[in-house]
């Protein structure tokens, strides 16, 4: 069983920016596409970001298309959410996932997930 641990959640003022890192345990990292949700406080959880294995196609939430990235080091066992120009309605805990595709990732066909970690945007 595949551990995911994210981590570079906290408290930032509108138009800020974060970086979230997911570090998975195992070997089996680099054969698995990856991704980033979100579950805000009363809402459904929600596709961010996916990422393919080989990092060569990358997917986004068209509310975050242009402000945030997705990206990997299969070396390191690490994927990434670069956030840029954050908004108050970002505001969510973040959970990085594992699927087989990012296109299962879309459809929340996740097979491992982590514990999650906090992002506020302050107004």
């Given at each position: ?17 974060l970086r979230l890192s997911c570090a998975a345990s195992g070997r089996t990292f680099s054969s ?92």
């Amino acid at each position: 069983q595949v551990q995911l641990v994210e981590s570079g959640g906290g408290l930032v003022q509108a138009g800020g920016s974060l970086r979230l890192s997911c570090a998975a345990s195992g070997r089996t990292f680099s054969s698995y596409a990856m991704g980033w949700f979100r579950q805000a406080p009363g809402k459904e959880r929600e596709f961010v970001a996916g990422i393919t294995w080989n990092g060569a196609g990358t997917n986004y939430l068209d509310s975050v298309k242009g402000r945030f990235f997705i990206s990997r080091d299969n070396a390191k066992n690490t994927v990434y959410l670069q956030m840029n120009s954050l908004k108050p309605e970002d505001t969510a805990v973040y959970y990085c996932a594992r699927s087989i595709t990012v296109s299962s990732l879309k459809t929340h066909r996740v097979d491992s997930w982590g514990q999650g970690t906090q992002v506020t945007v302050s107004s």
